[in-house]
């Protein structure tokens, strides 16, 4: 059973709302897209985990969102719950409560200029193709 962590609840509800309107219909499920790779990614879900203040829920799950708005459009209660989201990120990363592992992408695009770090399996398989290998992005040498 969920331990309702009430400091963390309140926290979140003085500062976003919003989440006291969502009376849990599931409509924004439906059309949700990140939904359709995990019950724990919907909207809905998010939002009464918000509610229960889960420190887990907005250190992995709340990350998992294709940005659609379709949640936007379908809730009859103007929830606007990917906008709710955005809020909650907001609210993660200024309380350092993000998992690591979901910043790593990040990190890798501001470290090396690539979505996936370079590496020797990469360029054995370019070689194969008979592509070029490839190198150090220039310009991220230059602000080292
Ligand atoms: S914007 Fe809303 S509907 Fe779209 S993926 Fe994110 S949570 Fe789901
Ligand atoms: S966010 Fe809106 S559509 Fe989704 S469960 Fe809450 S009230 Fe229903």
């Avoid at 919003?18 to 939904?35: D, Y």
């Avoid at 909207?43 to 936007?72: F, H, S």
């Avoid at 989201?85 to 992408?105: C, M, S, Y």
Wanted: with cysteine; hydrophobic share 35%.
């Amino acid at each position: 059973m969920t331990q309702i962590n009430f400091e963390l609840r309140n926290e979140l509800v003085k500062e976003i709302p919003e989440l006291l309107k969502c009376f849990q219909c599931g409509t924004c499920v439906s059309s949700c897209l990140a939904e359709r790779y995990g019950k724990a990614y919907s909207p809905r879900r998010k939002i009464l985990m918000a509610l229960y203040g889960q420190k887990d829920m907005l250190a992995k799950e709340l990350w998992r969102c294709l940005t659609c708005n379709n949640c936007n459009e379908r809730c009859p209660q103007e929830v606007n719950p990917y906008d709710v989201l955005v809020k909650l990120k907001n609210f993660a990363v200024k309380k350092g409560l993000v998992d690591e592992t979901i910043l790593q992408p990040e990190k890798t695009v501001t470290e090396t200029g690539r979505s996936l770090p370079l590496n020797e399996r990469v360029n054995n398989q370019r070689k194969e193709l008979g592509l070029n290998e490839l190198k150090e992005i220039d310009e991220l040498k230059k602000l080292k």
